[in-house]
C-alpha cells in the first residue's frame, strides 16, 4: 500500500510545512507468518531538534540554514522537556533564532538564495531556520550554493 499526498498545511502539533508522507510510506508484503511492514525514517528521524531549557521544536532536516559553533549545543538528538509549537518556540528564542523566509522556487533549488544574504548569516551570529508562511521548510542545497561555486 503506498501513499503519496503532500501535505501543504500547517502540521498541527509541529508547524513543519510541506511534509510529504511519501517519505513515510509504509509499504505491506506478504510474509510467511502474514503482512510485513516495512517503514522508512520516522518524523524525529527526519528532523533537527531544536532545544532551550525545558522546551523544543523540530524542524525538518534542511532548513537548518545556518548553525554558529556557540549554538551547536541547541541542536540535540533527544527530546526532552515541553514539544513548542514552532510559533512558540521561536518566540521565546528570538536571541539565537532568526528565521529567513524564502520562496518555493527557491525550497525547490530552481532559484538561489541572495548570495549576499547568506554570507551576511555568517556575521549575524543566529540560528538561520528557512521559513516559508513563517513555517519551517525543507530547502534544497542548491538554493544555498551561488553559480559559480556549484
Known sequence: MHF?????????????ISLSTADAQ???????NGPV???????LERSTLLASGRHWAM???????YLPER???KVVSKPQGKLLKWSEFVKKNSGWIHTHEVKLS???????VDPKVVKAYK????????TYQKNPITVKAAALVPPEEK
Open 4 to 16: 503519496k499526498k503532500t501535505v501543504c498545511a500547517v502540521f498541527t502539533a509541529l508547524s513543519c
Open 26 to 32: 509504509v509499504k505491506a508484503d506478504q510474509g510467511e
Open 37 to 43: 511492514i516495512n517503514k522508512r525514517a520516522g518524523l
Open 59 to 65: 524542524i525538518p532536516k534542511t532548513a537548518l540554514i
Open 71 to 73: 549554538y551547536k549545543s
Open 106 to 112: 527557491q525550497a525547490r533549488g530552481l532559484e538561489i
Open 123 to 130: 556575521t549575524m551570529g543566529k540560528i538561520v531556520i528557512a
